[in-house]
Nanobody, 129 residues
Framework: QVQLVESGGGLVQAGASLRLSCAAS????????MGWFRQAPGKERTFVSS????????YYADGVKGRFTISRDNAKNTVYLQMNSLKPEDTAVYYC??????????????????????WGQGTQVTVSS
């Protein structure tokens, strides 16, 4: 089992930046693939970004490529999402997710909710225009 706690959300103007953090419990954090998903009111939870256990491979949704950067610090059991050039359409609750199962490089499970078995409670990001 693993517990995930997100932080760093807030209310910002369009064009601003935020850095989200996800702190994980458990000594096996370094073996987990990690992802970020987001959910706006009335909409499905969708993929934002993910990173392999060792940090070698990263994946991004088309709408955030070039603006968001995912990273991890396994020594601190933390994964980050640096969000730049924020847009109103980025407004959502952002969820951190962990996958205890092993994914092969390029696996579609990196980008699918079904690939992750642990979820945080979410942090609100609101971008005004």
């Amino acid at each position: 089992q693993v517990q995930l706690v997100e932080s760093g959300g807030g209310l910002v103007q369009a064009g601003a930046s935020l850095r989200l953090s996800c702190a994980a419990s458990g000594r096996t954090f370094s073996s987990y693939s990690m992802g970020w998903f987001r959910q706006a009111p009335g909409k499905e939870r969708t993929f934002v970004s993910s990173i392999s256990s060792g940090g070698t491979n990263t994946y991004y949704a088309d709408g955030v490529k070039g603006r968001f950067t995912i990273s991890r610090d396994n020594a601190k059991n933390t994964v980050y999402l640096q969000m730049n050039s924020l847009k109103p359409e980025d407004t959502a609750v952002y969820y951190c997710a962990a996958a205890s199962r092993i994914f092969t490089t390029g696996s579609s499970y990196y980008t699918r909710r079904e690939g992750y078995n642990y979820w945080g409670q979410g942090t609100q990001v609101t971008v005004s225009s």
